[in-house]
């Protein structure tokens, strides 16, 4: 897990963070507004299932093992601990249509222009 860490770290981008956290996001910064593509590759890879719970007003999405340990790998552009209870479970094809694009650009970056698992 700790490969696939690094390699997401690089290849998250302001091209892959969500429009409203453009400002927030920096190469220091690099986890912002990445949660919804995140969990959708970590799904992909691992199986892990896909959940989403609310952080202040914002939508925040991680994921979860079948043993219910929560991998959540953007939880740092937090400034507090995420509170993951009253959480619901999301479906992959659905969250991917609200985010194709920007999807499948971090995957190419994830895979070094081959958009393939």
Same mark, same amino acid.
């Given at each position: 897990?700790?490969? $696939?860490?690094? &390699?997401?770290?690089? %290849?998250?981008?302001?091209?892959?963070?969500? /429009?409203?956290?453009?400002?927030?996001?920096? /190469?220091?910064? /690099?986890? %912002?507004?990445? *949660? #919804?593509?995140? %969990?959708?590759?970590?799904?992909?890879?691992?199986? $892990?299932?896909?959940?989403?719970? &609310?952080?202040?007003?914002?939508?925040?999405? $991680?994921? &979860?093992?079948?043993?219910?340990?929560?991998?959540?790998?953007? #939880?740092?552009? =937090?400034?507090?601990?995420?509170?993951?209870?009253?959480?619901?479970?999301?479906? $992959? @094809?659905?969250?991917? @249509?609200?985010? #194709?694009?920007?999807?499948?650009?971090? &995957?190419?970056? =994830?895979?070094?222009? %081959?958009? *393939?698992?």
């Amino acid at each position: 897990m700790e490969a $696939f860490i690094h &390699k997401l770290m690089s %290849a998250y981008s302001a091209e892959t963070c969500h /429009p409203s956290y453009l400002e927030q996001w920096s /190469p220091e910064n /690099p986890t %912002a507004g990445q *949660c #919804a593509i995140t %969990a959708l590759l970590v799904y992909e890879t691992f199986g $892990f299932d896909i959940y989403e719970i &609310k952080v202040g007003r914002a939508r925040h999405f $991680f994921n &979860k093992t079948s043993d219910g340990d929560i991998i959540d790998l953007t #939880a740092a552009q =937090f400034s507090h601990p995420v509170d993951y209870t009253n959480c619901r479970e999301r479906n $992959f @094809k659905e969250l991917y @249509k609200s985010c #194709a694009t920007r999807y499948n650009i971090l &995957k190419n970056n =994830f895979y070094g222009g %081959a958009l *393939c698992r």
